[in-house]
């Protein structure tokens, strides 16, 4: 009993997040697979289950959590910077799309029409956004949570923001130079 409220002192943010995520993923499942039908049943549930688990868990677990909490904080808050200049710039893409269409299903006139790049791009910064977020796992010391023993002191947030980057940017010129051959 006297540990469990050493723990409730020590409680700070990492371990909330840890509660948060647990409860989440939890109820989640629970609700997805419709198991128990009473709401309140799976909110106890992920409840306890969420308490058992920030209970648990070891100190390397919260360490990690609260550099990966920091390094998606900044990283969020870059890409909103980026988005808003992107925005911001007006930077649009001219799509041919189809305005007349024959009763034979071919296309009699094509129109343009103005779509903002990430609508166009959509895959590819959903593909960025994934590299981001492993690449943030691995500088917050995830591959050693998973037994790996690699060390990534080299690469912070700021290093793996700019490689990030100079992907993106690798990205976006072999995006230009395949529809200027078209």
């Known amino acids: 009993m006297v540990d469990y409220i050493t723990a409730f002192e020590r409680l700070g943010l990492p371990d909330i997040v840890l509660w948060l995520l647990t409860f989440s993923i939890t109820y989640g ?7 128990p039908k009473s709401k309140a ?3 106890m549930i ?18 990690t959590l609260t550099k990966m909490g920091s390094a998606l904080i900044l990283t969020v808050l870059g890409i909103l910077v980026f988005i ?4 911001a710039v007006g930077m649009r893409v001219n799509v041919s799309v189809p305005a007349e269409v024959d009763e034979k299903g071919e296309v009699k006139k094509l129109s343009s029409k103005e ?12 593909a960025a956004f994934i590299i981001i977020a492993v690449l943030i796992f691995i500088a917050s ?9 690699i060390s990534f ?19 976006w010129l072999l995006m230009e130079k395949g529809e200027g051959k078209k």
């Open 141 to 149: 010391g995830g591959l050693n949570l998973l037994g790996w023993n």
């Open 46 to 63: 992920s409840f306890v289950l969420a308490f058992f688990v920030m209970f648990s868990a070891p100190a390397a677990l919260l360490a």
């Open 153 to 171: 002191a080299w690469m912070n947030t700021t290093t793996a923001f700019f490689l990030i980057a100079i992907i993106i940017a690798i990205f």
């Open 84 to 87: 808003v200049f992107l925005e």
């Open 115 to 126: 779509l903002n790049i990430f609508q166009y791009y959509s895959k590819y910064f959903i």
């Open 29 to 35: 499942l629970l609700s997805h697979a419709d198991l």
């Open 41 to 43: 049943a799976r909110a």
